[in-house]
């Protein structure tokens, strides 16, 4: 009681020790909080709704899962039942058949038996044989074997003979190398001084060509100076004789 009264005292302190602008942000606040008080019991109620659907349908789910279960052990018993079934029926059979033919497997072994016996009588016959048949080829493989040492020794000595003589032929080849260089180097000294002389030819026979070509300028150029000369002393000539016909024909009219 006195807490509640002490509480009390406390809250109306408050509202007579605050101001105008606190107690309207306190409303303020107070009005906030109940807004979201109630957006959180609406969201509340939603979650709630949502989660009892949720196991509404996990209900359902569970039920026929079970449903399934219930189903597949009752199939797996019938399973189960109808295999113990077959399996002592396959037993009693497997029983029977034995029973029947353990009497025809011993006939079959007997006779078996004596099949046996009569093959191994055949492979001691056999390995007799064998034993010839061995003994024949081993002196064939020898036999054989001289023959390929003999067969490889007259090789080695063919093939030496065929190195010897392949080593001649290549002396001669590497010989007849050396004479075609040594042959082809004198030809082309003798074409280099081919050509010199024909080139040599060339130019004497050109030199003697502009010689000739000079001399036949210079016989030119004399008989032109000549026909030019002869031409002037014959021009020089009629003037002196045209000179002194006029000169007589002043000397007469003078006279006159």
Do not use: P
């Amino acid at each position: 009681m006195v807490s509640c009264l002490e509480r009390h005292r406390e809250q109306v302190h408050k509202r007579l020790t605050t101001t105008v602008e606190e107690d309207a942000t306190n409303r303020d606040h107070h009005a906030l909080l109940a807004e979201r008080r109630e957006k959180a019991a609406a969201e509340r109620l939603q979650l709630e709704h949502m989660l009892k659907l949720q196991r509404i349908e996990m209900a359902k789910q569970i039920g026929a899962l079970q449903a399934a279960y219930d189903a597949a052990a009752a199939e797996l018993a019938e399973l189960r039942g109808s295999a113990a079934a077959e399996t002592a029926a396959t037993e009693s059979e497997a029983l029977a058949s034995t029973k029947a033919n353990t009497g025809a497997f011993a006939a079959e072994h007997a006779i078996l038996a004596e099949q046996l016996e009569s093959a191994h009588s055949e492979l001691m016959a056999l390995r007799s044989d064998n034993r010839a048949a061995a003994a024949a080829a081993r002196k064939a493989r020898k036999r054989a074997e001289q023959d390929c040492e003999a067969a490889i020794a007259e090789y080695d000595a063919e093939l030496t003979a065929r190195q010897k003589e392949y080593d001649q032929a290549l002396a001669a080849y590497t010989e007849l190398q050396d004479q075609l260089k040594k042959n082809l180097s004198e030809v082309e000294a003798l074409k280099a001084e081919r050509l010199a002389h024909e080139e040599a030819v060339r130019a004497a026979a050109a030199s003697k060509k502009r010689e000739e070509i000079r001399s036949i300028r210079i016989a030119a150029a004399a008989y032109a100076i000549q026909n030019a000369y002869k031409v002037w002393k014959k021009r020089k000539a009629a003037e002196a004789k045209k000179a002194s016909a006029k000169g007589s024909k002043a000397g007469k009219g003078k006279k006159k």
